[in-house]
């Protein structure tokens, strides 16, 4: 993985860019495949400059082993706007339990991350039937601005993480006046925000060889423990009629 022009990574620098060990993070028994990691944008702008970076981001990740999917926003409907069985819903859900990790990239819109990026959360629900489809999972976040660096954007979406259960990673992004960032061709030019944005994906992957493969003994509450025990009680001692 040394070779700059395999993964089109042309603001890397390659003395520098290191693999990720994964066997210095997983344990014993921990999967071996390539992380899954989804990743959703929030705009579908021509030129988006959320969903460029959410290239970068990929292009970085696919260079540290990771398989990597990208949801396609544009024809989700508002949520409760459809019923689960919406070919896009049930994509977006598909992809989010195949997931093991996620990158969250919004614009900041009026102080704010976009309705596009809330919408594509808020199709993900908590529970599923038996499964928990963010539970666990790792999580990065990153944002671009027109103007001065914010951080509003990153923040909304580390609480939303939080409600999910997901494992927000320490390290963010945050790329402002993103229109001088990017070159005509739609690439991230080499800065100290592109370095953080190698930053985040390189973390974000470490957390991932950490967390996966542990995420059901990571999220084991005592508090479901002891109700899942009394649900059973109640259904055992049910009296038949």
């Known amino acids: 993985m040394t070779d700059p022009t395999a993964f089109n990574l042309p603001s890397a620098d390659f003395d520098q860019l290191r693999p990720i060990d994964g066997e210095a993070l997983a344990g014993p028994g921990a ?10 944008y929030g705009s579908i702008r021509e030129r988006s400059y959320s969903r460029l970076l959410s ?3 990929g292009r970085l990740l696919r260079w540290f082993g ?3 999917r990208t949801f396609d ?3 989700l409907p508002l949520p409760d706007g459809a019923e689960p069985d919406h070919p896009k819903v049930k994509e977006l859900r598909d992809l989010a339990d195949w997931s093991e990790g996620m990158v969250w990239v919004s614009p900041e819109r009026h102080g ?3 309705g ?3 919408a ?3 199709w993900i629900p908590l529970a599923l039937g038996a499964k928990r489809p963010t539970q666990g999972k790792t999580l990065a976040v990153m944002e671009v601005s027109g103007g001065s660096q914010s951080f509003n954007a990153v923040n909304q979406m580390r609480i939303l993480g939080r409600w999910m259960r997901m494992v927000t990673i320490p390290n963010q992004s945050s790329v402002p006046k993103a229109f001088l960032e990017f070159d005509e061709a739609g690439r991230m030019k080499p800065s100290a925000l592109y370095s953080r944005v190698v930053d985040v ?3 974000l992957v470490k957390f991932t060889h950490l967390v996966r493969g542990r995420s059901d003994y990571l999220t084991d509450r005592y508090s479901e423990r002891v109700e899942s025990a009394e649900q059973l009680s109640t259904r055992v001692n049910q009296r038949t009629l």
């Open 31 to 40: 999967p071996t495949h390539p992380p899954r990691i989804l990743v959703l």
């Open 55 to 57: 290239e970068e981001a």
């Open 66 to 68: 990771c398989e990597v």
């Open 73 to 75: 926003p544009r024809g």
């Open 112 to 114: 704010a991350m976009t």
């Open 116 to 118: 596009i990026m809330k």
């Open 120 to 122: 594509q959360i808020d």
């Open 201 to 203: 994906c390189e973390e």
